[in-house]
């Protein structure tokens, strides 16, 4: 592991990738009044467990430190929400990620595949991330949910100013000091809201056969979604049926390019590419970390976590519990069982799950069909995203 965190430059913060692990896998932080969560059998007992460990976290966020609702709608934010609510969304879109449907979009994917790698070879340069990785899954889900993939540039300002900012809540810190990085999410957020209700309020008039559609058409127990529950909605819809797959794509190039020997297995035995992203999920989890509240004392890795306090499941740490995975710091498409939890575990397991393997998959597919070697180029470094909780690359330049 040495020299792939000098080769790539990989931050202290991300310190599960640089192969330390905590003296215990949960741990009270008193300076944010946080509990973190770093084993992986302690973190799938959170995951499968929603009565004890609620997705809603936002009721222990401090007073000022979230804006109002009329800023800030959460009206139908699905990571929010715990059961029944949680199932009654859930099942609106379920019908939009289904086995067949998903498979149907092969042929597409692997169109646009050829249609962005022919562009940058035009350009005489592939950046993956810029050229493919990005472009790929959001023309994709743009598509789907009905939106113009014309806007991608949109997307992705809006994408990067929620996620590529290294915010840290802290329970305990006044929240004046926080609440200036907690508000520049406020603008995109606002942005897309307004982008997204002008779009549904055009579906309300002139219906297509698009996911938007479905969402201002659908009714949960009897009665129309709100205005803003659909936009919410729409939002979560549109940002995680891309980023997923974007980092996915880059984090799974990055793992061929740092093992070689598995890049050549993997080029001669095409079968085993979805076994090669499986192991990417693991090695480098895209969402490294999720938030759960507890709703009532717990026995959590030896140790008692009392009700209402924040917890931190680092997935990413899990996903090397040397405690469940045999050597975790080596990449191994061959690994079996992988039981990751890079797409979490149930009822939140992710949605869009199939659809970012078989992008994954197609796309791999393509890109060995056409490069003779998948390398970074040495003289232009990767450059990994900055916030911990999440693990990428912002650009990946190929040779």
Known sequence: MTDIIERYDISERHFWLRGARPDRPVEYDADTAIWNVYGHPEAQEILGDPATYSSDTMRLIPKGLIPESDEFPTEGLITQMDPPEHGKLRKLVSSAFTRKV????????????????????????????????????????????????????????????????????????????????????????????????????????????????????????????????????????????????????????????????????????????????????????????????????????????????????????????????RDPGVFDPGRDPNPHLAFGRGIHFCLGAPLARLEGRVALEVLLDRHPVLRTDPGDPVEFMPTPTMTGVRRLPLV
């Not at 590529?164 to 004046?176: A, G, N, Y």
């Not at 129309?224 to 974007?246: E, M, N, S, W, Y």
Request: hydrophobic content about 45%; glycine content about 6%.
């Open 102 to 325: 998903v498979a149907d979009l092969e042929p597409r994917i692997a169109s646009l595949t050829g249609e962005l790698l022919d562009a940058a070879r035009e350009r005489g340069r592939l950046e993956l991330v810029t050229d493919l990785a990005y472009p790929l899954p959001v023309i994709v889900i743009a598509e789907l949910l009905g939106v113009p993939s014309g806007d991608r540039a949109l997307f992705k300002r809006w994408a990067d100013a929620l996620f590529q900012r290294d915010t840290k809540i802290s329970l305990t810190k006044p929240v004046e000091e926080q609440s200036a990085d907690m508000r520049a999410t406020l603008t995109p957020w606002k942005e897309m809201s307004e982008y997204l209700a002008g779009h549904a309020e055009e579906r309300g008039r002139r219906p297509r056969a698009d996911l938007l559609t479905k969402l201002v058409e659908a009714e949960v127990d009897g009665e129309r979604l709100p205005g803003d529950q659909v936009v919410t909605f729409a939002i979560i819809l549109l940002l995680a049926g891309h980023v997923t797959t974007t980092m996915l794509l880059g984090n799974t190039v990055l793992c061929l390019d740092a093992f070689p020997e598995r890049q050549e297995e993997v080029r001669a035995r095409r079968a085993s590419i979805p076994a090669a992203i499986e192991e990417s999920l693991r090695f480098l989890t895209p969402f490294a970390a999720v938030a759960r509240s507890t709703t009532r004392e717990a026995e959590l890795g030896g140790v008692t976590v009392p009700a209402d306090q924040l917890l931190m499941v680092w997935v990413g740490s899990a996903n090397r519990d040397p405690r469940q995975f």
